[in-house]
Structure formats: structure tokens, C-alpha cells
């Protein structure tokens, strides 16, 4: 039965996934044509130098690394790519609000079919979005990296362990929402707590990159873990960030599970 429902979650969500996955393999691509073209004129660093002071300091520290390999591993964490990796992990997450709100639920468990099964094939689900995501990403960056054809360009592989951390942080999100929706009555306020919590995390860690003062708090947001840059650049292994997210992750999905079976239907 569980196989039944993950097939129907993924009729449900094939077109935004389908959607997604080609978004963003085509902007990571445009993220290494125009790194590919500005380093083959000025040079990112030297178009970062004519910035004012005042604006370099609101830089975060990525900017640190300006090349074209930072460049290309920069597009795993650029806004765009977050909010269209995130809005198919969430899509998939808040299933159970969305179904709660429809009524169809009511009808899935009147059926043989546990609460446990139910959840479990939402959460393969998210899994499958924050897996695709980041391969779609990793596509990208090897065509980009193809057709730029940099004499700097690293290959696609240096990338790999950026992507790992990027799904270890979808998951983690994935598993925050999969918390807040299986208490919902309605997707809508589901969905909204979930972007409300996600954005907290993005500003905190910037603020914490650009504010000594906050810096110390750095390390409760989910996105301090995610480092593709400094991971491609110089090799910096994504175990420590992975093994954190993964942490919230699987402590939010037990939560969601313990909260999804007192719930009243």
C-alpha cells in the first residue's frame, strides 16, 4: 500500500518536480556561462575590488573565494536556487495539511493503511526533492563547466560534496515542515510557518557572517552548515555540516511522526 502512495504523491507533484529539476540544471548552467565571461574579461575578484567598502563588508564570507570555482559552487546557494530546491521540498511536505484540508485524508485511513505508512510515503517524498535537487544542480554545473571550458574550471566532482550538504539541508527543512504539517488542519498556514522558519535560518546566518555580535549564534541556523565554496575551493569535508542536519532532520521527522499519530483526523 505504501508503494501506492508514493506513487500517487509523485502524479501529484511530477510536474513541479519535472518543473524544478529543470530550472535549476539550467541556472546552475547560466551561473557558469556568465562566471565564465566575467573572468574572461575583468576578472570576478576585480569586479568585486571596485565595490565600496561599505558594500564588500555586507558581502558574506563566500565572497571571500570570488573565481571561478567559487563562482560555480556559489550557485548552490544562491537565493534562486534555495527557494525553487525548498519550494519542492516543502510542496511535498506539506502534503498531509493539504489533504487534511480536502478531506481525502479522512479517506486514506478509513482504508487498511496506517498513519505510519501514510507519513512515511510523504517523507519519501520529501527525500525524492532533496535528493533531485541537488543532481539537478550537479548537472548544471558539468555542462556549464563543459561549455565554458575555464582554463581554472575544476571538475564537476570538486562540487559533489556541496550538493551532499544541500541535500542534508533540504532534508532538514523538509523535516521541519513534515513536523509543522502533521498538526495542520489547512496547507496555507502549513506552508507559511515553514518559509516563516526557513527564512529566520537564512538571516540569521547572515547576519552572523557580517555581525561579530551575532556570529556566536551563527551555528543554530541550518544554513551555517551549508559551505559548498569553501568546500570546493579548499577541500573542506562536508561530514561535520551533514552529520548536523542530518541530526535535525531525523530529530524532526520522529517528532512529526509521534505528532501525526495523536492527531485528531
Known sequence: MIRALVAR??????RLLLAGVAGLAAFETLVCWAAAQF?????????????PPSLQNLMPPEASFVSFQGAVAFGFIHPVALAISFALVLAAATTP???????????????????TKYLAATLLGVARAAVAAPVALLIGAALGIALAASPTALP?????PGALELSALLLAGGGLSLALSAGA??????????????????????LA????EVKPLGALSL?????PVAAAVHGESPVTGCAALLAVSATATAFAFARFARRDL
Open 9 to 14: 504523491n509523485l502524479k501529484h507533484q511530477r
Open 39 to 51: 573572468d574572461r574579461n575583468a576578472g570576478l575578484r576585480t569586479l568585486m575590488e571596485l565595490l
Open 97 to 115: 495539511a493539504a489533504e487534511h484540508e480536502s478531506g481525502f485524508l479522512d479517506l486514506v485511513v478509513a482504508r487498511p493503511v496506517s498513519r
Open 156 to 160: 564537476w566532482t570538486a562540487y559533489v
Open 185 to 206: 488542519a489547512r496547507r496555507g498556514p502549513a506552508m507559511a510557518r515553514s518559509v516563516a522558519l526557513l527564512l529566520a535560518f537564512f538571516f540569521l546566518d547572515f
Open 209 to 212: 557572517g557580517i555581525r561579530p
Open 223 to 227: 544554513f551555517h552548515y551549508l559551505r
